[in-house]
């Protein structure tokens, strides 16, 4: 079993960056797909960016796409979320996701794809 712990949110202007980071605990990281996902007030969570266990697959939504870019670090067991380019529309929480994925390449892009999920981070673009 994983526990993740994302950190790294906070309050910027618009066009500003942030790196989120998502830390795991537990046995063989290296084993699980990772996946960011946000959650806006009073709208459903959604996909923003997920990664293969190789990191060699990549997968974004149109709306962040070119702007965040997923990267791990299996040496660190950290997963981290790069958000360049920022908008008010990508203010949000924003949640880290893992699955055991018997699949090298593989990545993940639907909610109930994964089973272990962190608390959150907040993430407020100021206009």
């Known amino acids: 079993q994983v526990q993740l712990v994302e950190s790294g949110g906070g309050l910027v202007k618009a066009g500003g960056s942030l790196r989120l980071s998502c830390a795991a605990s537990g046995p063989s990281f290296s084993m699980y797909a990772m996946g960011w996902f946000r959650q806006a007030p009073g709208k459903e969570r959604q996909f923003v960016a997920s990664?293969?266990?190789?990191?060699?697959?990549?997968s974004y939504p149109d709306s962040v796409k070119g702007r965040f870019t997923i990267s791990r670090d299996n040496a660190k067991n950290t997963v981290y979320l790069q958000m360049d380019g920022l908008k008010p529309e990508d203010t949000a929480t924003y949640y880290c996701a893992a699955r055991l994925s018997f699949s090298v390449n593989r990545y993940y892009t639907e909610i109930g794809d994964y089973n272990y999920w962190g608390q959150g981070t907040q993430v407020t673009v100021s206009s």
């Open positions: 990664m293969s266990r190789s990191a060699e697959s990549v």
